[in-house]
């Protein structure tokens, strides 16, 4: 189920719920996601730790790319994973 992964997303503290809505800790959440899939718990957890992700966040996205690099299961386990966190942390609003 998405349930697991729904939830970690709003403890992420992204996604759900009304109010604001923070583009910085969606776009962490979904790197991390794709740098877990990728077997690369380091840069996972570099993307949370990163302070200043508006001016870092290239050095970030590279690592991923190039974890997805190394095979072509990690491209497709990169792309789905970030794939998923980026659908768990949307809502779609029609008529909004």
Known sequence: GGGGAAAAAAAAGVGGGG????STA???YIWME???A????AAADRIEKEKNWRHSYVDHVVKVMMISALSPSN???VAA?????AADCFTFVKGG
């Open 26 to 28: 969606v776009a962490k």
């Open 38 to 41: 990728g077997q690369d718990a």
């Open 34 to 36: 794709a740098a877990k």
């Open 75 to 77: 491209a497709l386990n």
């Open 19 to 22: 109010g604001s809505r923070s």
């Open 81 to 85: 994973a970030g794939l998923k966190a």
